[in-house]
């Protein structure tokens, strides 16, 4: 039989061809199959992979937009690109010498250990003293909580305060975290919108128009991240008028450089303050921050300190006291000096290029420019100005709806580095206009 195929094949050549052709449609059919087993086995996975729980609450979570800019610089300086970094909001200073003895110190003497879960007593003691001379309130050293960090005490204060559904109000512009940490309490975040025009100050009647039965809490951020402001006495008054807790996250005072940093229990005890060490004392690898609250909320505040963080690190405790001395303060008035003079340098450069600064910063370490100018995808233009200029910045949705059009500046970086990374900006928007 296999000899009178070969024949069949040797005496007409041309029917291996027709032979083989006749398998054609056979094969095309078991391509076909093949190609949709591998769209099926495709499906399967992500069908799979969409079958693992994840909270919707944290899929409601956007990314933090600054972190994302950071970390494709990070990956072009692996590269050998140097970056000018005017994205992030870190001081580039490194924490006062006392602050850092005292941290050896604890560690060589074996203050390694857990402290109090409310945080070390001669540490509250100390951040009441401050409270005290800095704003002349009252605070009892039992109401406070030291945190690892202000995040915590952020999460904390809105655990305590919303039910699931319950609302707070915060800013647009702001700081984006507040609505996830929000989302995080399975809290709905409701925003009111600032505008530039009237210097990025809240509003009190657009807040009033939001308030109901369900709102738990009004954020309050001075001075302002993104935009430098600071909230007036007359807002504060009327905020404190509304009767609904506010959280006034206080984190930037001490670097202020027109005005006066005023705390929101100057005018409420009704009040979660939110503060720490990172920003005043450069202290931001501490992870030292603090929590003000009213009495009633105390003994909750230690049950979800003590279950989801046990006590702040003991060591940097012991620097957070050292930061609150007369040594540490000479250093504090030294920074921001350092800090004026390039937020002043960093203001007329951007005007200079054709940014609109509405309110210039009375403090914090940012400046919120409008470039819409340059363009209307703020998101867009920073990256594209990290991958050809190798400059990072923020760009101003990340601060929400209201900061589209905007991009943040800050400059907490060396006057040298400043000028070298504006002069690269300088450069590229030649090829905007």
Request: charged share 20%; with cysteine.
């Amino acid at each position: 039989m296999f000899c009178k195929y070969m024949y069949f094949f040797y005496e007409k050549p041309t029917n291996v061809f027709i032979y083989i052709t006749s398998f054609l449609p056979l094969l095309n059919e078991i391509v076909y199959f093949y190609f949709c087993l591998n769209i099926f086995l495709l499906f399967l996975h992500f069908k799979n992979d969409r079958n693992i729980m994840i909270n919707s609450a944290v899929e409601n979570m956007t990314s933090f937009i600054v972190m994302d800019v950071l970390e494709k610089a990070q990956e072009m300086e692996k590269r050998g690109v140097h970056i000018v970094h005017l994205e992030v909001g870190e001081p580039d200073f490194d924490a006062p010498d006392c602050v850092i003895n005292a941290c050896i110190e604890a560690h060589t003497t074996g203050k390694t250990h857990y402290t109090h879960s409310l945080g070390n007593a001669e540490l509250r003691k100390s951040i009441a003293q401050f409270y005290k001379s800095e704003y002349n309130v009252t605070v009892d050293p039992n109401c406070i909580v030291v945190t690892s960090g202000s995040s915590p005490a952020i999460l904390m204060a809105l655990m305590c305060l919303c039910e699931k559904d319950g609302e707070v109000i915060m800013s647009n512009p702001g700081y984006p975290c507040y609505r996830n940490f929000a989302l995080a309490c399975n809290a709905v975040p409701v925003t009111v919108n600032l505008s530039p025009e009237n210097g990025f100050q809240y509003n009190v009647e657009e807040i009033k128009k939001v308030i109901n039965s369900k709102t738990r809490a009004i954020f309050v951020n001075s001075p302002m991240n993104p935009t430098g402001a600071l909230v007036s006495d007359k807002v504060f008054s009327e905020l404190a008028d509304l009767n609904i807790p506010i959280i006034s996250d206080e984190i930037y005072h001490g670097l202020v450089y027109n005005g006066t940093a005023k705390s929101v229990l100057e005018f409420t005890d009704n009040a979660f303050v939110i503060n720490g060490f990172s920003k005043r004392f450069a202290m931001t690898g501490l992870r030292l921050g603090y929590l003000i609250a009213p009495p009633a909320y105390m003994r909750s505040l230690q049950i979800l300190q003590q279950n989801l963080f046990i006590c702040a690190p003991s060591t940097a405790q012991m620097g957070g006291i050292s930061a609150l001395t007369d040594e540490a303060n000479e250093f504090v008035i030294a920074m921001r000096n350092t800090y004026n003079e390039r937020r002043l340098y960093m203001i007329d450069r951007l005007r200079n290029m054709g940014f609109v600064i509405h309110t210039e910063p009375q403090g914090a370490f940012y400046i919120f420019c409008d470039a819409r100018r340059f363009t209307t995808d703020s998101y867009k233009f920073a990256f594209d100005v990290l991958e050809k200029a190798h400059v990072g910045i923020t760009p101003g949705v990340d601060f929400g709806t209201q900061g589209e059009g905007f991009v943040r500046f800050s400059y907490a970086n060396s006057l040298e580095n400043i000028k070298e990374g504006l002069d690269r900006l300088e450069e590229y928007l030649k090829f905007k206009i």
